[in-house]
């Protein structure tokens, strides 16, 4: 039994498939940052309770200015080592979601064959015109464009000669 394809249900079901993988991976984004959030909150608890033992274990001030500056130093190798987790985390956020954005492409190109500009399906209409417009759109944008390069050769001529009021 052959199956034959949908082209709107397709469409449907990858756009669903992507918007569920995106936010697959916002939830482990924020359960990165969540766990950031731990380390930095059992630093700040480990560092008070460092400041704690200090006072009540020193008996002058010099006792207090070595046991200070060591609670200090291991509060800032634990920044420091949160801060390299961060970086760690944004990498792999970045390429998670580039890897993300290049199968979403991906899909819809795979996905969609009978809804490129040319195919014979009627549901392909409202798909053709909206490539068509940005077509025209992106040409027009483009400094090769032949709209853009028409109907602003003429400007683009007078400012290079000093004329910007168009006299």
């Known amino acids: 039994m052959v199956t034959a394809s949908n082209p709107s249900f397709d469409a449907c079901r990858v756009n669903a498939s992507n918007a569920l993988q995106m936010m697959k991976h916002s939830q482990q984004w924020r359960e990165q940052l969540l766990k950031l959030e731990q380390h ?4 700040d608890r480990a560092a008070l309770e460092g400041a704690l033992e200090t006072l009540s274990h020193a008996q002058d001030w010099s006792d207090l200015a070595v046991a200070s500056q060591s609670v200090l130093r291991d509060y800032l190798s634990e920044s420091a080592a949160i801060w390299q987790e961060g970086v760690a985390a944004a990498m792999q956020g970045a390429g998670a979601w580039t890897d993300t954005a290049r199968d ?6 795979d996905s969609l064959p009978g809804l490129q500009p040319g195919a014979a399906t009627a549901s392909a209409l409202p798909m053709r015109e909206w490539m068509a417009a940005f077509e025209r759109a992106v040409s027009g944008a483009s400094p090769n464009g032949t709209a853009g390069a028409a109907s602003g050769a003429g400007k683009h001529s007078a400012h290079a000669q ?3 009021h168009d006299r």
């Open 40 to 43: 930095r909150l059992e630093r």
């Open 104 to 109: 979403i492409a991906q899909n819809w190109q």
């Open 162 to 164: 000093g004329g910007q």
